[in-house]
């Protein structure tokens, strides 16, 4: 019997349960499954398959030291099972669990339901799979949080020749995908982990301030959300490094911050893996009847950064190069949409997380209802582009350097947004769409009928921990 590791978004080779688990016997193949159709979905997009390529390179070159390799599957899930079916009579197939868009879980789900007992899905997140009980979630994410780490798998005892392409052969044929990509973050265990140290030893003093900055957390936050998503490092070697080494290190309280976050992640990946509809229906329900009509030409200028708020362009100028911007501006862009420009956030999500690195559909479609309003069990909050100028780039400097045209400029100016004719016009009245989308949203959250769906809401994905992030 041979045993098929099959590979999605856990590209590590240590703390890999499909892995280590499938290596054991060691007679495996380790497979990648690239669908040219999954990184064309939902908020799919080429800087993420870039990122995810590396942190295949890595691991590729880490498995040859142990007589193993990557293949790559190119198809479907169905393919890939066609494809098992008639290459192997005796075989166990080694998954890890992935919580992704509607177009990967429902080809997840059939593969798995078709192997059913000649496959494993192993957890391998802090997430409850089975037997959701939001009450004991706080409690079980710690369970997992403190179990062992896995080790590297078993050496194989030789290479495979199978008749799929290998990894380099792959490299070259997709890397002209990548042209023009140049300042995204590479992925890769090594990175990851030299990210972490410099994180924990040094970067991290000042993150509470810091982390607010468009300009400042470039640097100050950790910077592993993509690592996270690809999986070049597990959220559970993240949290145990930082446990074991917290009561040494200085700049505790902004650890001790980042440490909460970790609890974040998983919390809100919860929300979609219990709740698959939230891909395309707001949390609360009645919230879907908000926002009915789409101005296509008004979202394109606001993905292109071409809004006339100089502030709220840069952010989406540094985002469409870096692949990244900080949380605090991801909010701002989010609520300008979804409440000044009063679009339904079914439209723009997918946009704006193609240009997210580290898209996380968990967390970006949770929070992107968070920003626009539309849980039910979160207090609408609209961001103010004038206000976040100011506190965030008092001189300008930062928005300058992205729109250089404005160097001459007053940093008043820029953040009132007062440009007249020498900037681009302006595509909404800030203060009359904040005051109707105020009136919308308020109006329809004052029934009753709303109020009993809302606690339904918050019984289902509401955090239970005291300081409340929902
Ligand atoms: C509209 C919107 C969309 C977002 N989309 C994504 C996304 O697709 N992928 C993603 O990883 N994060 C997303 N976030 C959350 C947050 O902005 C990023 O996690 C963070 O900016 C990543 O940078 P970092 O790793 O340096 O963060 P750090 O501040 O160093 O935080 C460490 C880790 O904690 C987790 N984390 C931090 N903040 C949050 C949060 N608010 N909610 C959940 N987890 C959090 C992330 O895994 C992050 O990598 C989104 C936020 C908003 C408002």
Known sequence: MIDIVILNRNLRLNDNAALFYGSLRSDYIVVYLYDENYWKANGKSSRQLKFSNDCLEELDNSLKNINSEINIFEGSFNDLQKWIETSFNDYFIHMNHCTDINYFREGFEKFKKHFNKKLRVYDDFGLQ?????????????????????????????????????????????????????????????????????????????????????????????????????????????????????????????????????????????????????????????????????????MIDKWIKGETGFPFLDACMKFLQKNGWINFRMRAMIMSFASYNMWQPWQKTSPLLAELFTDYEPGIHISQVQMQSGVTGINLPRIYSVPKQSIDQDINAEWTKKLLPQLNDFDPKLIHNAELEDLYIPKIVDLKASAKFARDEIWGIRKSKVFKDEARKVYLKHGSRRKRNVN
């Open 129 to 297: 799979l089975n037997n959701f009980n939001r009450d004991a979630w706080s409690k079980n994410w710690n369970y997992i949080m403190h179990a062992d780490l896995l080790e590297s798998p078993v050496a194989n005892k030789n290479i495979k020749e199978i008749n799929l392409i290998k990894f380099n052969e792959f490299k070259n044929k997709i890397n002209k995908k990548f042209t023009g990509l140049v300042n995204i973050q590479k992925g890769g265990t090594s990175i990851a982990n030299e990210l972490l140290e410099s994180f924990l030893y040094d970067r991290c003093e000042g993150y509470r301030s810091k982390m607010s900055s468009p300009g400042l957390s470039e640097d100050s936050c950790s910077r592993l959300s993509p690592h996270f998503t690809y999986g070049s490092i597990s959220i559970r070697q993240v949290y145990q490094k930082l446990s074991e080494l917290l009561p040494s290190l200085k700049n505790q309280k902004d650890l001790y911050s980042f440490k909460k976050r970790l609890y974040w992640h998983c919390h809100f990946v919860q929300k979609l893996h219990t709740e698959p509809e939230l891909e395309f229906h707001s949390m609360h329900r009645m919230c879907d009847e908000l926002r009915t009509e789409y101005d296509y030409e």
